[in-house]
């Protein structure tokens, strides 16, 4: 970094690696360094520039985002050229999965930071449009982004050398971060340590401020932090393709090696209103089932002494596992195991079963007359009111948006009233989009085997099927969970 950060004399351009450019500052700072600009590299954002965040930025936004916009507007005053706030959409994927996306609040980080900081009289502010491919580093999709933020720039010529620099460093840090892992994992295996790997967003768990000081009050209590992203991970590690963003993509990966990984454990640093984690902690929890863990959360207010009481009471079972004559009783859960199969309406129609539409909006009754009109069994749940929200917040932990709890709600309604001898599906839509399925699917086995519906060994399977084309050329697709028991009395139950 102070190799990038040496100055030539040419135009500045002010970056920071501590929200969007996290893990990618070396792909980023290289490239406009190549371009024959000059680069003033800013990190390690503290809580004086969290607290400038808050005050500027008047919304309540989640940590990250603060102590992004109070970084932006010190850069903005310490005179540069050029602000470089890219508007970074997805990152590299791991994997064949289909979507690696970053959170909106990331993608729009640009922008708000336009409309709060103001354009006037500052540095002239580069927001590019970034997106990563499903080849990563050589998708045509990055490539473009380098050429037109070249272009931008008014240097079209030399880019594709610069951007070839750029994927040049961007490997070698990658590979140099999961070297120092497994240095870290040797060392805690010849020296009897216990390995904890610190799981989260990359600029979440990099910052001391946002990862509640984690990983140097493990170190100051004999274990030693290892980042997410130094820790390797096997290639048979599955893949989850309904997981919708590329951090939570990362660390449930993570998770589910850790578990299966006798004397590794891991702590989650995650921050207070933060969408996508509201998700992503249960995935984590359920993955987690039978092994100690920890899921530490922060608003960057806190002091140290929360957090060691926290991390000693994790360590100390921990401590206890190992002892334990079995330690971490074999891992059972595993989020691949949810079925996925074709749901074709003929075979829906076939076996009588009930398709119930969520009431996400009047296109409902539409969808379930249209079902009816095939043949189908269908019916639109009826417009969730006070109990609808009341039940689904009663069963989820009231972090999780409202399209949740309602359908949850909704769902649950509906079971808890009617009985009828088909068994039901619940459509859910579904498409390119982030799809809270699987938590729905876990939180409505979870109630439904709770109350005694479908009956023991009934399970409940998710279904992608799509079937309407709202726009042409775009497909909106449809999730069906399916609630079925093995006998008739499971049947008469639903
Ligand atoms: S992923 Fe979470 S912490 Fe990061 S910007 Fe989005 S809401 Fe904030």
Redesign the pocket.
Known sequence: MDQLGQRRGRPLIALTDE?TLKGLLPFFATFLRELNFDVQIHTGADQRVLKRGIEQANVA?????QLYHGLIAELRESGPDYLFVPMLRSLERVGEESCAA?????QA?PDLLRWDLGTEGGPRVLSPVIDIGTDNLSSKELIESCRRLALELGVPLSWWSAYQAAVAAQQAFDAECLALGRRALDFCEQHDIVPVVVLG?A??IHNRV?NSNVPAIVREQGAIAIPVDCYPIEASVPVYQDIF?G?GQRVLRAAHQLRRTPGQYSIFC??Y?????SFNLHFFAYLMEGKPFAIIETDGHSGDAGTKTRVEAFLYCVHEDLRSAEPSAAATRDLVTIERQKARLPDIRAREERVLIPRMGEGAEVLAAALRGVGVAAEALPLPDRDTVRLGRRHTSGKECLPMSLTLGSLLQRLGTRCGRRALRLLHADGDRPLPLRRLQHLAQDHARAAGLPGPGARLVARRHRLLRRHPGRLLGAGLLRLHGRGPAARGAL
Do not use: E, H, K
Not at 61 to 65: I, Q, V
Not at 102 to 106: A, N, S, Y
């Open positions: 929200f936004f989640c940590a990250p985002m970053v959170c909106p609040i990331v980080s967003r600029y979440t946002l963003w951090y995650s921050n209103s933060c969408g996508p984690d």
